[in-house]
């Protein structure tokens, strides 16, 4: 893990939301963290540049914009593991696919622009696979407060 | 509903706002619009849900948050909605949704996100979901992600 400095730790850790709709957001959100406007600037840069933040501003909620989006879990035999995620992969709708420990040890995120564009992208895997896909779409979403604090 | 303007906003911005002392009229620049606009488009979208939070978004890997572990819990239907608000203010859990069971392999109907530096923390975390949760949950389980096989961000095209 990185190591962070005291600008670096302020950013992170006070900087997860909230950011200014103001003309000189920095300057405004530099204040409560003790920053000038410009080390703000840089110590955020340097953190986008090392690759400790993925990025930094809004956070797009996928759905709400007009997509569609869909867990969905496979239980595939460990010989035809790899094969089958190129295959799954392989689909520009499929956005992240994780191994995870369990019999149904593959899952992965359908997302397209148009809802009915996930049933079939679903049905394409299962057609070439051979496999069920088990579809998790979320049935309610609770408000979450995580924040990471380093 | 968004308009035409609103996804040249999501795609000016998906990577991030510019880091200058005036990144709201730098984009209005780029969009051809004025800074005021930007900003309320900005404000609506916000308090519409479209945007959850506008800030530092940390790679948790790169934090050393490297443990991602799926706790899963098979709970009453009666009761979810009450436990799935009280699992989500957990301040470790990083989403926290209900979905539908898949009998009888897949008895589980709430999902809580757990990330923590390691496996262990992580199952403490979910020891503390469980001890919250209590006899309402007739079992759960964490699924760890022993690998990324895929991950891309969000693709919007303006």
Known sequence: ?150 | MLDAIDRRLIAATQQGLPLVREPYRELAGRLGLDEAEIIARLKRLLDDGAIRRIGAIPNHYALGFTANGMSVWDVADELVAEIGARVGALDFVTHCYERPRHLPLWPYNLFAMVHGRSSDEVHSKVGEIAALIGPAACSHDVLFSTRILKKTGLRIAA
Request: hydrophobic share 45%; aromatic share 8%; proline share 6%.
């Open chain 1, 1 to 150: 893990m990185a190591f962070l400095d005291p600008t670096a730790r302020a950013i992170v850790n006070g900087l997860q939301g909230g950011f200014p709709l103001t003309p000189r957001p920095f300057r405004d959100a530099g204040r409560d963290l003790g920053l000038s406007e410009d080390e703000l600037i840089e110590g955020i840069g340097a953190l986008v540049d090392s690759g400790t933040l993925s990025r930094f501003g809004p956070l797009w909620n996928a759905e709400q914009i007009g997509g569609a989006v869909c867990l969905a879990a496979m239980a595939v035999p460990a010989e035809r593991f790899e094969a089958v995620a190129e295959q799954v992969n392989a689909h520009p709708e499929i956005a992240h696919n994780y191994e995870r420990a369990h019999q149904l040890n593959m899952w992965f995120v359908v997302s397209a622009d148009d809802p009915r564009r996930i049933n079939q992208v679903i049905a394409d895997i299962e057609q070439e696979t051979g496999l069920k896909v088990h579809a998790m779409p979320k049935a309610r979403e609770f408000f979450v407060g995580f924040r990471v604090e380093v």
